[in-house]
């Protein structure tokens, strides 16, 4: 059987790299370039790659992901930025290339999907939701991708359930002390030296609260993620946001 051949978008990058010595490791798929900023794209129509995995910045994926649209190659996506004026777009370029494939996977982790899934379902039932996320500081969006979902499908769960306002007393504030609000849903980013990425979702009721928290060690946790969404993309036409729709969990 012929193998799937993958590119790498942001190749030198500290999620990059880590994929790139997974495609080369997967038997499955071959490594056919490896870009990194300032490397011409065309590498990827002349390698004949055929789906390439995003891991760049917010500034750079639209391009990208253009140029890929553009030549009817996949792509899994694990760059963050992703606001609805720009997936508008992605969604328009797709409508002129109906045959091709896009993930974008706010978290490529098991353990992340499922908090954000875990979140989702326990929302409804909780008075109160915040959600903290803690990665290392080098991070240059805030806040996280993950975040940011996770409290989207909070509010949905709560919105779906006709959720009365969270309670919240607060009348004078710091600018930033209560958080970014994503949907009515504050949401906290801590960068630390010494951490990677890592999330709490606090839900809080009458006498009671629930956390669920999920941490990546390592930049292997996402690895398993990528590597199934590579090989499901090229079959899966257009776009699919989050890997949940790739792991049973709908
Ligand atoms: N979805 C997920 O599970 C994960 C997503 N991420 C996201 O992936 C992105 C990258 O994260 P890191 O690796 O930590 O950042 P990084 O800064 O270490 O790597 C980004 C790399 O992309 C390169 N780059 C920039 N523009 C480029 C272009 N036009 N073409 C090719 N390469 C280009 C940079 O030179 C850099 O080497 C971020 O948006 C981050 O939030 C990171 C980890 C997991
Ligand atoms: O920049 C990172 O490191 C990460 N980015 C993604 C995000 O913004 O959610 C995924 C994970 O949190 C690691």
């Known amino acids: 059987m012929s193998k799937l051949r993958v ?9 990059g790299s880590e994929a790139v010595r997974a495609v080369e490791a997967a038997d499955d798929l071959e490594l056919v370039a490896a870009l990194g900023r300032g490397d011409r794209l065309e590498t990827l129509a002349d ?4 789906a390439v995995v995003e891991l760049t910045t917010p500034a750079s ?15 899994v996506v694990g760059t963050t ?4 004026e720009r997936l508008a777009q ?16 706010p978290n490529f982790s098991i353990g992340a999907v499922l908090t954000m899934k875990f979140a989702e379902q326990a929302a409804r039932y909780f008075e109160s939701a915040e959600v903290v996320e803690l990665h290392h500081p080098n991070k240059v969006d805030a806040p996280s991708g993950t975040a940011t979902r996770t409290a989207q499908l909070i509010a949905a769960a709560r919105a779906k359930a006709g959720s009365a306002p969270q309670p919240d007393a607060t009348a004078t504030a710091l600018d930033g002390a209560r958080g970014a609000d994503v949907d009515g849903v504050p949401v906290h980013a801590i960068r630390l030296r010494g951490l990677l990425a890592h999330q709490e979702v606090l839900l809080g009721g ?5 956390t669920i928290r999920h941490d990546s060690l390592h930049h292997s946790s996402f690895m398993p993620g990528i590597l199934l969404g590579v090989r499901r993309v090229v079959s899966t036409p257009g776009l ?9 969990l709908n």
């Open 206 to 210: 009458e006498g009671e609260t629930l």
């Open 61 to 75: 994926v639209m391009g990208n992901l253009d140029f890929c649209l553009r030549h009817g190659i996949h792509a």
């Open 47 to 50: 390698t004949g790659a055929q």
């Open 7 to 15: 590119a790498v978008l942001g190749a030198k990058g500290r999620i």
């Open 81 to 84: 930025g992703w606001t609805d």
């Open 240 to 248: 699919t946001f989050g890997l949940e729709h790739f792991l049973d």
């Open 90 to 105: 992605l969604t328009a370029w797709l409508d002129n290339a109906p045959e091709t494939g896009v993930l974008i996977a």
